[in-house]
């Protein structure tokens, strides 16, 4: 399966080339949340990419995108710093984690962004769809089975910044 995350722009070469499919543009939200008390079961998706602690640890490791995870009970929670002042992209870790020496998590003040697709985060009150002028370009989630053809289901895939590197 080749999955890609693509722009207005460079979107036609894919479909053209290669014959990719559009699944749907990735939700984004702005806002404060408390991603500690989200419920995520992995196994309720069929298509997601399963971080092990080694690939954890590697991107953790990234010096240019700098990635963070922080455990709550024994999910985590995943963060990075955006160009966005007093804001950093956030996303739930639905996998158990064996790593005993992270930090706890405590809710932090800071502008939570979310982008990606998940059936557990949804607009509230103080986490607001990001408006689409406000995009400089949409992404898109696109995808190509290689050896069956299938119409896979926005429901069915969990997505976040962890899984692409825009961040």
């Known amino acids: 399966m080749l999955i890609a995350i693509t ?4 979107a036609p070469g894919w479909f053209n080339s290669i014959q990719m499919r559009y699944l749907c543009q990735l ?7 408390d991603f500690s008390k989200i419920d995520i079961s992995i196994k309720d998706y069929n298509l997601h990419v399963d971080w092990s602690d080694t690939l954890i640890d590697w991107r953790c490791s990234n010096p240019y995108n700098k990635t963070n995870i922080e455990k709550y009970k024994d ?3 995943v963060y990075s710093k955006t160009q ?3 804001s950093k ?3 739930p870790y639905p996998f158990k984690i064996d790593n005993k020496s992270l930090q706890q998590f405590k809710n932090k003040n800071d502008l939570k962004i979310f982008i990606g697709l998940s059936k557990e985060i949804n607009s509230s009150f103080f986490f607001k769809k990001i408006p689409e002028f406000l995009k400089p370009s949409p992404l898109k989630f696109i995808y190509k089975f290689l050896n069956q053809k299938y119409d896979l289901k ?3 895939v969990y997505f976040t910044f962890l899984d692409f590197d825009a961040f």
């Open 7 to 10: 722009n207005k722009s460079a």
């Open 27 to 33: 939700d984004t939200f702005i806002g404060l949340k």
């Open 75 to 77: 999910v985590g929670l």
């Open 84 to 86: 966005i002042p007093f």
């Open 89 to 91: 992209v956030y996303a």
């Open 154 to 156: 926005k429901e069915e």
